[in-house]
């Protein structure tokens, strides 16, 4: 499975616009890209998913470059409840029947 | 999305007892659930796949004997962690997918399992 390689943590303000940058430059052709977010002492929640180009849902954004060896997770205005971690894998993430395998994850601290 | 629980979300037992952790997808049926393991300030960890039907596959470094898994229905998974140490205190998380399609994991929300 594709290793991903995230920033450790990132501050932001509220109402700012937070880009996560994940890169995996041994990523198959097959593989999808997927972000979760965690809060504390809580399962992690899908957020987006993407193959190519861009993803956009009611949460986020998800930016993919044609070479699809880096992804960016973009959050519009964040707020203080999007303090959490935020994690990017990579694998033939449409198949229920293939485990995720979680980084390091971006710890993103939201100040008001 | 789907719907995941757990139960109980919080447990704490004395070293040498068993515990037992079920993991439910509410509104849809799975064939494949994982159980995930997660210390403090950590990222999750695999532990084990479980398949409806069939024996648990459990990664390197696992104890398949210490963590026992029951996958005896589509919508029912449990993890049963027997003579529970102290260094066995950790956040365990399951995850599911609808079987038969092409939808991402759903994640329960966790229990807390405290050995003294």
């Known amino acids: 499975l594709a290793k991903t390689t995230q920033p450790i943590s990132m501050d932001s303000y509220e109402g700012q616009e937070v880009n996560i940058t994940c890169s995996h430059n041994n990523i198959a052709t097959n593989d999808y890209i997927t972000w979760y977010q965690q809060f504390p002492s809580q399962g992690p929640r899908f957020i987006i998913q993407?193959?190519?180009t861009k993803v956009t849902n009611e949460v986020a954004s998800l930016f993919i470059p044609a070479d699809r060896k880096s992804s960016t997770l973009s959050l519009p205005r964040v707020s203080l409840s999007d303090t959490a971690v935020y994690y990017c894998?990579?694998?033939?993430?449409?198949?229920?029947?293939?485990?995720?395998?979680f980084g390091k994850g971006t710890r993103l601290s939201v100040i008001a | 999305g789907a719907v995941v629980s757990q139960h109980p979300s919080r447990v704490i037992c004395k070293s040498g007892t068993s515990v037992k952790i079920e993991c439910r997808s509410l509104?849809?049926?799975?064939?494949?659930m994982f159980w995930y393991r997660q210390f403090p300030k950590q990222s999750l960890m695999l532990m084990a796949t479980s398949n409806e039907g069939s024996k648990a596959t459990y990664e390197q470094g696992v104890e398949k004997d210490k963590f026992l898994i029951n996958h005896a229905s589509l919508t029912l998974s449990t993890l049963t962690v027997t003579s529970a140490h102290p260094e066995d205190s950790s956040f365990y998380i399951c995850s599911q997918a609808p079987s038969g399609s092409t939808d991402t994991q759903y994640f329960g929300p966790g229990t807390r399992l405290t050995v003294l």
């Open positions: 509104d849809f049926q799975a064939t494949t």
């Open positions: 993407g193959y190519k």
């Open positions: 894998l990579v694998g033939d993430g449409n198949s229920g029947n293939t485990p995720l395998v």
